[in-house]
Nanobody, 118 residues
């Protein structure tokens, strides 16, 4: 059974930075994407970034230029460096993993809270 464990969330002020980590226990697929989503109170979950097996990343427009995702293949880990945080970035951030060739995510973490005060 694959498990994803996120860490690194917290309470920061606007303009600060945070780095989230997500470790996948085991290798879920031969080739897989790792992604971050977030869900703010009262809102639907939204896509933040995905890191493809190739290492290429796709970002949501709302975080482009501020967030950077990276992967450590040896550690089955994906990171999310979040700079210039804004109050609207406040949300629970979830890590997800999906087969590179499929358009869905099969495994999800429990989430880590990020709160940005103004």
């Amino acid at each position: 059974q694959v498990q994803l464990v996120e860490s690194g969330g917290g309470l920061v002020q606007a303009g600060d930075s945070l780095r989230l980590s997500c470790v996948a226990s085991g290798r879920p697929f031969s080739y897989y994407r790792m992604a971050w989503f977030r869900q703010a109170p009262g809102k639907e979950r939204e896509f933040v970034v995905r890191v493809r097996w190739s290492g290429n990343s796709d970002y949501a427009d709302s975080v482009k230029g501020r967030f950077t995702a990276s992967r450590d293949y040896a550690k089955n880990t994906v990171y999310l460096q979040m700079n210039s945080l804004k109050p609207e970035d406040t949300a629970v951030y979830y890590c997800a993993v999906g087969n590179e060739d499929a358009d869905k995510y099969d495994y999800w973490g429990q989430g880590t809270q990020v709160t940005v005060s103004s």
